[in-house]
C-alpha cells in the first residue's frame, strides 16, 4: 500500500510538471451558471465558406472589447468546420462562457505565418451578464441585411418535469424564399414545428420528453422527407435543445449537401 501511494504521487507531479509546461491557446472555460458572465453558443452552418470567403474550412472565435479593440480571448476548443459546434452536444456544459458588455466577436483563420491572424468576419454586439446567445456561421454572414440570421438570443423556457424544449432552424441554400418545411418526430408521430419558412429559426417549444427512447427527426416538404436526423441520442427531461437544417442542396460533395444536426442549449 506505502509503494503505491508513492507511486501515486510521483505520477501525480509528473502529470502536473507536464501540463504546466503544455502550451496552448488561451480558452474561455465553459461553465453553466457562473455569476456575473455571459454565455456563447458557436456553429458551424457554413457549406461553401471555402468559396465564399476564399479561406480554409478551419475557424476560431475571438471576443474582445469592442471599445478598446483589446482583450482578445479564444472562446472555441478545436477549430470549427462545417457541422461543427462548440461547445458540442453531450458536453457537460453547453456554452462558452464570455465577459458581458459592448463585446467584437471575431471569426479568424490561420496565416501563412501567424495562427489566427486572418479575420474574416466581425460582428458587434452587447452581451448581457447571465443571457445565452447562439452565434450561426453561414454563408451569408458577411452581409449586412442577413446579420439577424447569425445571431440568436436563446430564450428557452424553463421546461416543466415530464417536458424537453425543442426549437427549429431552416437554414439550407439555394431553395425559394418561399420554401417550407416540417419538422417530423417519428417516435411522436407528429408534426413538431409546420411550415417553417426558409433563413428562420422558431422560439423555442415544449413537448412531452420521450423517457428512455430515442427518436428520429425527419424535415419533410409536403410529406416528402428531405433530410433525416436518426437516432438521435436521448433528449433529456427539462432540458432544450435546437435541431438544425442546413447544408446547400445544390452542393456537390455530399458531405455538404443538405442535412441535420443537433445541439443542447440546456
Known sequence: MKK???FLAVMMAAAAIFFSCKKEFNVVATASNPNGMAFLKIVHASPNFTKVFTKPDGLNVYVGSATADTGWVKVNGPALTFKSAYPAVGSVNTYASVL??????RIVVSGVVNP???TVFRLRKTLAAGSYYTLLLTDSMNRAQDSAKV???DNFPASSAGNVSLRFVNMVLDAPATDTMNLYSKRRGQILFPSVLKDSITPFASFPTLVNVLDSFYVQRQGVTMASLLPTALMRDQMAYTIYYIGDTAKAVAAKTKTMIYVQNQ
Not at 458581458?100 to 466577436?105: E, K
Request: net charge negative; hydrophobic share 35%; aromatic share 14%.
Open 4 to 6: 503505491y501511494s508513492v
Open 100 to 105: 458581458p458588455g459592448d463585446d467584437s466577436i
Open 116 to 118: 489566427d491572424s486572418i
Open 151 to 153: 445571431w440568436a438570443p
